[in-house]
Structure formats: C-alpha cells, structure tokens
C-alpha cells in the first residue's frame, strides 16, 4: 500500500449552495460497484465527478453472482441507478438441505421465506456504470496518493495527474489507499478458512431434474460438517440465458496442494456433498472460479470531511451476510440523501458517517456469529428439521436483521 501523506491545515467549510453551479468537485477513487454507485449519487447531487480506476481490464466481464434485498433492488430501480430491465433471477425463499448416511440425494431440512435478488456481477456493475454517464471515468489509472490541501478539499494523485477535490471518496475496495488517509489503524482480520466462489453452466443441472426444479424456486443451502455450500441461479451474460452460482465454504487447500483450484473444489463437494450435488459441481467447466480468504474489519467512523469511504474500503464482512454490494449501493442512496440535506460538503459527509458508520460494525458482528454457526461450529445438520433450523436461526442472528433469514432489511 502507498504512504498517505496527510497535509494538516484547516479547511474552510465550501456551502453546497455556493458551488452548485459549478458543481461540487468530487473525485472518486476506484470504478467497481462502490465507485460507480458513489459517483451516481454524487452527480445526482450536482456535482461534477472524476473516477479514478485502477484496472485498465474489462470489470463487465467479471462473472459471479451476487444477492441483494429485493427492496434495495426496486429502490434503486426506481430511483434511478439501476436499469428496470437488468436481468436479475428472484426467488422468493431458501431450502437447507444436508447429507444423509448411504444417500445419494440430500434431504430437506427446512424452507424459509427468504426472498433474494440474484443478479450477475458483470451485468450489475454495466448498468451502474451506463447511469454513471455525466461522469469522468479514467481506466487504467492507479491513484497513488490521497492527501489533505492545505486550503481545504483533498488531492488526488496519480502517476500522471494531481487534481483537487472537495470530496474524495474511497471506493477502492479492501486495500484502500483512501482508507489509510482515515483509518491507518485498521487491519483486516483473518478467519481460518476460505470461500469458492463459482459458476457453472446450466446444463450441469441436466442430469439431475429435481435439483433444477429445485433452484427455480429457492436459493440453497447445503449444510456438512465443517462448511456449507450455498447454490442459487444468476442471469447469464448472453440473454434470457441462466447460470448456477454457488459459494463453498471450508478449509484451504493444504500448501501441497498443486493439482489445480477445479480439482480441489471438486475433491470437497465429493467429500461433502451427497452424490447430486457433487456430480454437478464436478460436471461443467466453469465460467468463473475464484477462492477468497476470508477476513473482515470496519473504520469505526466512515467519513472524516475531506474523505469518505464506501464498498468493501469502509468494512468487509464474512461473506455469509451476502451484503458487500448491498452495503456499497445503501452507501450510494445515503450520500445522495446527505449531499441533498446539507448545506456544506462537511456537513454531508458528517451525515454519512452518522447514518453509515454503525452499519459495518452490526454486519462484521453478523458475519462472526454466522461464521462460526456455519463453518467452525457446525450444528448437527443431519439431526436437525424445520423447528431445530428455526430455533438455530433465531439464536445466531441474535436480534439482528438479515435478509437471508426472511428480515425486513434493506
Ligand atoms: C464469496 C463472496 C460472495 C459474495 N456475495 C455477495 C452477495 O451475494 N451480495 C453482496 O451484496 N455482496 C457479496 N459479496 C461482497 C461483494 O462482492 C463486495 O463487497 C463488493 O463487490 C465490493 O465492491 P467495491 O466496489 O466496494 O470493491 P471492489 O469490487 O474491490 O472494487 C474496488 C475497485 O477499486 C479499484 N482500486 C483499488 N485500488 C485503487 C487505486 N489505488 N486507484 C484506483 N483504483 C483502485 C480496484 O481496481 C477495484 O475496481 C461477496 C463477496 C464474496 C467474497
């Protein structure tokens, strides 16, 4: 991570009111869900935005699935940062599913009402990124250095450019150099095992006709001793088309590991999964496959005027919260909310830390229990039905709000 050098002086608040006409200048660092979605907000606002993105590749081919609030989905779409005509794939509950001694297939434990919005990575990040339009968007253009002007605002530097802000925010992900300029202290903290992330074509499914009727109507869990698999179907990239989208959760591979990530992944779905399940993942040729350490942290104050952080730069939760893009697209609507209310880009970002701080720290929290219920403390899923589901539900979140588990949260 590149040194921030921070430039102390004071910095005279600039009245939203004032500079309306020219337009708020606000530099956003890093182009993913978080940056766009920012950058969305803020030029709904009035301002004028410059995204800085790192990576001069093709983000829109990036394949994995993603879930959202099916509320968040239609606010958004109705507010206007996501195209009503996004496919996404809805399913209106989740099934647990387990293993059974000398069984082929898995049995049911329980269905929830646990309505998500499946969408795919690429496809969502396209659409945030076609509404960005009235933005400056730089590929391939790493940003260096964020630091404080002396007569208020922050730079941006990079290799080729230095430009002045009155708002920079931090949209650059888990490694933030935005974040080091606010919370230098903050440190991922590792959890000891890991997450596949995958797709696989539909015809995977083909042989197994229950198991495609099945993901029609529900997302999945598939609980074993020392992990789980969740398994839903996403839009694919080509039209009307679908894909399997699944996450495995287990230990790493050993460090002798060489034969290759498909061969791993597919020697634990044969170890854990009933037949069924292990034949499908073992089936197809992916489309995409990635294994994510998993970690988590939260800045305990998210916004610190000149700078503000969103996405995965402000807080990253285990993944069993599915709530990473959530979080960075709630993030978008607050600041807009915020730059709307305020009378001064402090005041706005003032607002956002207010409304947003606390939010990393509750899932973080969620994302442990969960963690630790559905990998390092597995219950006894064979022994478990309906009522046993519900009652372990109940007593992991502890009070907290989750949509995977039928709550009313946004
Ligand atoms: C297995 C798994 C499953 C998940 N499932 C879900 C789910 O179902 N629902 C959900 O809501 N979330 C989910 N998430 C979380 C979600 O994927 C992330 O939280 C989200 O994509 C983060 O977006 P972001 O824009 O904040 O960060 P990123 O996507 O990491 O983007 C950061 C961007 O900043 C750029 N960048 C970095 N440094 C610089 C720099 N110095 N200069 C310029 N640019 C820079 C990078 O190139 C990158 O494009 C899941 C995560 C995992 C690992």
Redesign the pocket.
């Known amino acids: 991570m ?1 040194d921030v050098k921070m430039v102390a002086g004071h910095q005279p608040e600039k009245a939203v009111a004032d500079v309306t006409g020219a337009g708020l200048r606000v530099g956003v ?7 766009c979605a920012l950058a969305i907000a803020a030029v709904r606002s009035g301002a004028d935005v410059t995204v ?4 001069d590749g093709a ?1 829109e081919d990036r394949g ?5 609030p099916p509320p968040l989905h239609a606010e958004l779409v109705g507010a206007g940062y996501l195209d009503a005509g996004m496919p996404t794939a809805p399913v209106p509950s989740r099934v647990w599913l387990t293993g059974e001694p000398g069984q082929r297939t898995a049995r049911e434990l329980a269905r929830q009402p646990a309505a998500v919005t499946p969408c795919h ?1 690429g496809l969502l990040w396209r659409t945030l990124r076609a509404r960005a339009d009235g933005v400056t968007y730089h590929r391939g ?4 250095e964020v630091l404080r002007h002396p007569s208020g605002g922050a730079v941006i530097r990079t290799a080729e450019s230095e430009a002045r802000y009155d708002i920079v925010v931090g ?7 935005t974040r080091a300029a606010v919370a230098p202290q903050v440190r991922p903290v590792p959890a000891r095992y890991v ?1 596949w ?1 995958g797709t696989l074509p539909l015809d995977v499914l083909a042989a197994h006709p229950h198991l495609g009727e099945l993901v029609r109507t529900a997302w999945i869990t598939l609980g074993f001793q020392g992990g789980h698999g969740v398994f839903y179907l996403i839009p694919g990239a080509v039209e009307g088309s679908r894909l399997l989208a699944y ?1 495995l959760y287990g230990p790493p591979p050993p460090p002798s590991w060489t034969a290759g990530r498909e061969e791993y992944v597919r020697r634990v779905a044969e170890e854990h999964f009933p037949a069924d399940w292990a034949d499908v993942v073992g089936r197809g040729v992916h489309t995409s496959l990635a294994c ?1 350490d998993v970690a988590d942290f939260h800045v305990p104050r998210v916004a610190e005027p000149p700078f503000l952080l ?4 402000a807080s ?1 939760t285990r ?1 069993h919260t ?7 697209l709630q993030d978008a609507l607050c600041l807009e909310r915020a730059l709307r209310a305020s009378s001064s880009a402090a005041e706005a970002l003032r607002r956002y830390a207010d409304e947003r701080s606390d939010e990393g720290a509750r899932l973080v929290a969620l994302g442990r229990r969960l963690g630790q219920a559905m990998v390092e403390r597995t219950p006894d899923w064979a022994a478990m039905g309906p009522v046993e589901v519900a009652e372990w539900s109940r007593a992991t979140l502890d009070g907290a709000a989750s949509y995977l588990y039928g709550g009313a949260e946004r």
Request: hydrophobic share 45%; glycine share 14%.
């Open positions: 590149p660092v890093g182009g993913s869900v978080a940056g800085y993105e790192r990576s983000l994995f699935g993603i879930v959202v990575w253009r790493p940003v260096t949209a650059d992900g888990p490694r933030s150099v997450v992330r996450a994510h969103a996405g995965d730069a990253i993944p599915a709530s990473g893009a959530t979080k960075a």
